[in-house]
Structure formats: C-alpha cells, structure tokens
C-alpha cells in the first residue's frame, strides 16, 4: 500500500544519512531562505562563464579543459549541485573541482557561508 512521503524538517541531518550530502557539490546552512541563496549565487556565476539556460540552472561550456558542466540548485536541500563531463575522468574531476571553486568564491563574495558536506 503506498505511504505518504514524510515531513522533512531535517534536511541536512537525512542528507547525512542516506549520503547525498557528499555528492552535491557546494552546500550551504541551512536557513529558512536557501532557495533564494541558491538563486543569487547562480545569478552571479553567469557573470563568469560561457553558458547555456536551463530551467533554474546553468551549464558552463569549457574549451580548456573540454567538457560541459552542470551548475543547479538543489530543490529539496541547501546546496548547489554541480555536475560535470569532460573527455576522459581526470578532466571530469578538473572541470568538476573548477566549477565548485567559483561556487565556492560567489558565495564568499555574496556572505553565504559554506556549511562542511559529510565524507
């Protein structure tokens, strides 16, 4: 029989849980306003790099190192995800840390603080 989804008011301490905190990239505290965090943080990247418009979300086209990478609010938690493609692994993880950098330096610049992700 279906079952109702539950009320999550624990979002970081589920997140530890089940291990999504690890694989969403740049997280933030959270606070009653993250989404609107989430969205001045990719207004501002937008400002410094080539991309193309998603609904709600950005995707960074690299030349050097080619590869496109993916840069979203998360709906449900208070982090930006980023998710990143290059040619080959090592160019993925290049791209990938990158991408997290400039997160990481909007977010010092607008005085959104970075909360630890879990190991």
């Not at 790099?49 to 979203?72: F, N, R």
Request: no cysteine; aromatic share 4%.
């Amino acid at each position: 029989m279906p079952q109702a989804r539950r009320e999550k008011k624990d979002h970081l301490i589920y997140a530890d849980v089940v291990d999504s905190k690890s694989k969403a990239g740049v997280w933030m505290g959270e606070r009653a306003s993250f989404q609107e965090k989430q969205g001045r943080i990719v207004e501002a990247l937008k400002e410094r790099a080539d991309w193309v418009e998603l609904k709600d979300a950005i995707m960074v086209i690299s030349a050097d190192p080619a590869g496109i990478t993916v840069i979203a609010p998360n709906p449900t938690l208070p982090g930006v995800i980023v998710l990143a493609d290059g040619g080959s692994p090592a160019t993925s993880a290049k791209l990938q840390a990158a991408a997290e950098d400039t997160v990481r330096a909007v977010m010092g610049e607008l005085g959104i603080a970075e909360e630890e992700a879990a190991a």
